[in-house]
C-alpha cells in the first residue's frame, strides 16, 4: 500500500481534475471512490464502498431535511415572503436608509423560515433591488446588504447546510442548529451597525425616504396578522428543539405545518404553489442524498488508504497553536470558496478536517458553526461565490459582476469579525446548546 500522502494527494488531485473537466461533483467523488478501492484491495474493497453507500442515504438524521426544505420552498411559493416584508417596512418606519435596514430585519426572518443562503438572496433582491435603485440607493447599498444577510440562512435554523454538515460530520444535528442562533443574530447586528456607519460616511449613497406614517393601530394590527403567526413558526422551529420537546425532524414538521396554515390565512396556498414547492423538495433533497453518498465512500477511502490519520499526525507534528491551526483551516474555506461550491467544498473537507478538529481538541460543536461560517462567506467571495451570481440575475441592467463583488466586501469584513469573536469567546456558539433540555 502507498504511503499516505501519496494516496491522499492521488485521490484529491484526482477529484480536482474531474470537477475542472466539468463532471458533476457526486460523479467524481464516487468515480474516485470506486477507483481507489478496487486500487488498494480490489473488488471486495468496491463492493464495501457500495454498501457504505447505501447506508449512508438511509439515516433517520436525514429526515429533517427535506422537511425544512419544503419548509422554504412553501414560504417563497405561497408568497408568504411578500407578507414579512411589508410588515417589517410598516414596523420600521421613516429613517435614513431605511430600505438597508429592512433588508436586514427581513432577511434575518427569511433565515429563519427558508433554510437556503441562495433562495434567501434571490428573494430579497427580487422583490428590493428594483424598488432601491429607482429610490436611487447606491448599489452598494442595495446590493450589499442583501448578499449579506442572504446567508444568514446557513448559520441560522433550518439550515439545510447545517443538517448536511452535522450527518457528514457525525455530530448532534440538534445540537448544530441551536448553535447558529446567537452567532446569525450577532452577524445580523454587526451589519445593522456597518450600515449605519457606511451612511454616516457617505450620506448620499442612500436617499432621505419620504415621510412615512404608520399609525400606531395599524403596527399592533401587523404585529398580531402578520409577526406574531412567523414568530410562532419561527418557535417551532428553534424553541422545540432547545427545550427538548421535540426533535429536529419534528420541529421541522411543526414548521412546515405552521407555513401551510400561515400561507392559506395569507390566500396564498394553491395547488399550484404545493406542487412547484414539491417538486423544488424533492429535486434539491436528491441532489443532496447523492451528495452525502458520495462523501461517505470518499471518507472511507482517506480512512482506508492511511490518509486520515496520517494528516492528523503531520498536522499534530507541526508546531502551530490549536488558534493557528483553526486560522489555517478557515482560511483554506474561504480560498476554496473562490472556485467551489459549499457542498463541493464540505464534501473535500469534513472527511480531513473533522478528525484534526478532534485531535486538537475543539468543541466539534464550535468547530461546525466556524465551518458554517466560512461556507456562508464563500457565497460572496469573488469571483466565483454563488450568491454573487444570484444577485447580478436581479441587479439593474449595465451591472458588472465587479460592483457586485464589491458591494459585498464590507460584509465579508463582518464575517471575519465574528470570525475572531467566535476564536476568542467560544460561547457565543455554545451557550444555546448548553441550554438545550436533553
Not at 395547488?271 to 443532496?288: C, D, E, F, Q, Y
Request: with cysteine; hydrophobic share 60%.
Amino acid at each position: 500500500m502507498p504511503e499516505w500522502y501519496v494516496s491522499g494527494g492521488l485521490a484529491l488531485g484526482a477529484i480536482l481534475f474531474l470537477m475542472f473537466l466539468s463532471m458533476p461533483v457526486a460523479f467524481a467523488f464516487l468515480l474516485v471512490s470506486f477507483g481507489g478501492m478496487y486500487w488498494l484491495v480490489g473488488m471486495p474493497g468496491v463492493s464495501q464502498v457500495i454498501a457504505n453507500a447505501s447506508v449512508s442515504v438511509t439515516h433517520f438524521v436525514f429526515l429533517p431535511l427535506p422537511l425544512f426544505l419544503l419548509m422554504g420552498e412553501l414560504f417563497f411559493n405561497a408568497g408568504v415572503a411578500k407578507k414579512v416584508f411589508d410588515a417589517v417596512d410598516t414596523l420600521i418606519g421613516q429613517m435614513r436608509g431605511r430600505l438597508s435596514y429592512v433588508t436586514i430585519f427581513g432577511g434575518t426572518t427569511f433565515a429563519a423560515l427558508t433554510g437556503t443562503s441562495m433562495g434567501n438572496t434571490a428573494m430579497l433582491g427580487s422583490l428590493l433591488v428594483p424598488e432601491m435603485s429607482r429610490r436611487g440607493y447606491a448599489k452598494r447599498m442595495s446590493m450589499g446588504p442583501i448578499l449579506g444577510v442572504g446567508g444568514l440562512a446557513i448559520l441560522i435554523p433550518p439550515s439545510g447546510l447545517g443538517v448536511l454538515l452535522g450527518s457528514l460530520a457525525k455530530i448532534d444535528i440538534g445540537r448544530l442548529l441551536i448553535a447558529g442562533v446567537l452567532p446569525g443574530l450577532l452577524l445580523a447586528a454587526i451589519y445593522l451597525v456597518l450600515i449605519w456607519v457606511m451612511i454616516r460616511l457617505d450620506p448620499a449613497s442612500v436617499p432621505e425616504d419620504g415621510p412615512v406614517y404608520h399609525p400606531l393601530s395599524e403596527k399592533v394590527r401587523v404585529i398580531f396578522t402578520h409577526i406574531l403567526p412567523l414568530s410562532v413558526i419561527i418557535f417551532m422551529v428553534i424553541g422545540l428543539i432547545l427545550l427538548g420537546i421535540a426533535t429536529p425532524t419534528e420541529s421541522a414538521a411543526f414548521g412546515v405545518l405552521g407555513v401551510l396554515i400561515v400561507a392559506y390565512a395569507f390566500g396564498g396556498l394553491t395547488w399550484g404553489a404545493i406542487a412547484k414547492s414539491l417538486r423544488g423538495t424533492v429535486k434539491v433533497t436528491a441532489m443532496i442524498l447523492l451528495i452525502v453518498a458520495a462523501s461517505s465512500t470518499f471518507s472511507q477511502l482517506l480512512a482506508f488508504s492511511g490518509a486520515t490519520s496520517g494528516m492528523i499526525r503531520a498536522v499534530s507534528a507541526v508546531e502551530l497553536s490549536p488558534v493557528m491551526v483553526v486560522v489555517v483551516m478557515f482560511a483554506i474555506l474561504l480560498f476554496m470558496g473562490m472556485f467551489m461550491d459549499q457542498a463541493s467544498i464540505m464534501m473535500l473537507t469534513i472527511p480531513i478536517f473533522f478528525p484534526i478538529a478532534q485531535a486538537q481538541g475543539f468543541d466539534l460543536i464550535w468547530f461546525g458553526i466556524i465551518m458554517l461560517l466560512a461556507l456562508e462567506m464563500s457565497g460572496v467571495t469573488p469571483p466565483f461565490g454563488l450568491n454573487l451570481f444570484v444577485m447580478l440575475g436581479v441587479a439593474p441592467k449595465g451591472t458588472t459582476m465587479a460592483e457586485v463583488a464589491t458591494a459585498g466586501l464590507p460584509f465579508l469584513g463582518c464575517g471575519l469579525l465574528l470570525f475572531v469573536i467566535m476564536v476568542i469567546e467560544p460561547h457565543v456558539a455554545l451557550w444555546l446548546p448548553s441550554l438545550m433540555v436533553r
